[in-house]
T-cell receptor, first 113, second 111 residues
Framework: GAVVSQHPSRVICKSGTSVKIECRSL??????MFWYRQFPKQSLMLMAT?????????EQGVEKDKFLINHASLTLSTLTVTSAHPEDSSFYIC?????????FGPGTRLLVL | AQSVTQLGSHVSVSEGALVLLRCNYS??????LFWYVQYPNQGLQLLLK??????LVKGINGFEAEFKKSETSFHLTKPSAHMSDAAEYFC?????????FGAGTTVTVRA
């Protein structure tokens, strides 16, 4: 199947700093990518849809100024958590469709101290 | 809007026993249905999917699922559990390229 990678896999940052997470489709092009957030022992919640060459679409309740998404190429989407706070600590997962299947990255564990 | 209900947040089975994970969905259109597995601190791996055609779908690692439109169900089964099947399992339905996930079912396998 298709491969989606994420970098970094884990990041620890201080409160108030910004963190950038990269999501890449390694062997296919993706005009659309998705960003999810997963709290411990919970399901995945869609945060936003990243669209190559245009603005991202955010789900209700997700602050677009806090979670900046850039989809500058057909294989790369980035999520920047701005002015991170401890409550932003979570597992962030990206995904992309190839054909009839959505493939997921390995996730990024963010810990904000 | 689509939604998914997974019955049972935790299933415990003995090694070699049948694994049955239940999933019911609601959809206003013919659904695409998926089962994913997640191991600790990892992303999701596709087990199997139903799009069209045969309603009994076989996936990886010996899992299979049957789409029953009349029951709006897509239950996941494996005849004989292995220790490596211990993980979190998510059922999902697609809606205009967005996936809606169930709450997940944690599977533990007893030796």
């Amino acid at each position: 199947g298709a491969v989606v990678s994420q970098h970094p896999s884990r990041v620890i940052c201080k409160s108030g700093t910004s963190v950038k997470i990269e999501c890449r489709s390694l062997d296919f092009q993706a005009t659309t990518m998705f960003w999810y957030r997963q709290f411990p022992k919970q399901s995945l919640m869609l945060m936003a849809t990243s669209n190559e060459g245009s603005k991202a679409t955010y789900e209700q309740g997700v602050e677009k100024d806090k979670f900046l998404i850039n989809h500058a190429s057909l294989t790369l989407s980035t999520l920047t958590v701005t002015s991170a706070h401890p409550e932003d600590s979570s597992f962030y997962i990206c995904s992309a469709w190839q054909g009839e299947t959505q493939y997921f990255g390995p996730g990024t564990r963010l810990l904000v101290l | 809007a689509q939604s998914v209900t997974q019955l049972g947040s935790h299933v415990s089975v003995s090694e070699g026993a049948l694994v049955l994970l239940r999933c019911n969905y609601s959809s206003s259109v013919p659904p695409y249905l998926f089962w994913y597995v997640q191991y600790p601190n990892q992303g999701l791996q596709l087990l199997l999917k139903y799009t069209t055609g045969a309603t009994l779908v076989k996936g990886i690692n010996g899992f299979e699922a049957e789409f029953k439109k009349s029951e709006t169900s897509f239950h996941l089964t494996k005849p004989s559990a292995h220790m490596s099947d211990a993980a979190e399992y998510f059922c999902a339905v697609s809606d205009d390229y967005k996936l809606s996930f169930g709450a997940g079912t944690t599977v533990t396998v007893r030796a």
